[in-house]
Nanobody, 119 residues
Framework: QVQLVESGGGLVQAGESLRLSCAASGIIFPMNVMGWYRQAPGKQRELVASITSGGTTNYADSVKGRFTISRDNAKNLVSLGMLSLKPEDTAVYYC?????????????WGQGTQVTVSS
């Protein structure tokens, strides 16, 4: 059974940095895409950043230039470096992994880690 465990969240002031990590276990087949989503109170969950097994990245416009996603395929790790944090980055951040097979895909989620940015 695939499990994703996030770490690295916390409380910081605006302008500071954090690094989130996600360790995946129970993986037998490579995950095609791994990424980070976030959900703020009263809002829908949104994509923050994703990275394919080949290293292609995708970022939400709101974090471009500030956040960097990276992945270690051998260790099944995905990380999110967050610079110049803003109060609007406050949310629960979730790690996500997707495995695509012909005709369907499997989505896996971590339990989430809280990031709070004070002004």
């Amino acid at each position: 059974q695939v499990q994703l465990v996030e770490s690295g969240g916390g409380l910081v002031q605006a302008g500071e940095s954090l690094r989130l990590s996600c360790a995946a276990s129970g993986i037998i087949f490579p995950m095609n895409v791994m990424g980070w989503y976030r959900q703020a109170p009263g809002k829908q969950r949104e994509l923050v950043a994703s990275i394919t097994s080949g290293g292609t990245t995708n970022y939400a416009d709101s974090v471009k230039g500030r956040f960097t996603i990276s992945r270690d395929n051998a260790k099944n790790l995905v990380s999110l470096g967050m610079l110049s944090l803003k109060p609007e980055d406050t949310a629960v951040y979730y790690c996500n992994a997707v495995r695509v097979v012909p005709g369907t895909q499997y989505d896996y989620w971590g339990q989430g880690t809280q990031v709070t940015v004070s002004s």
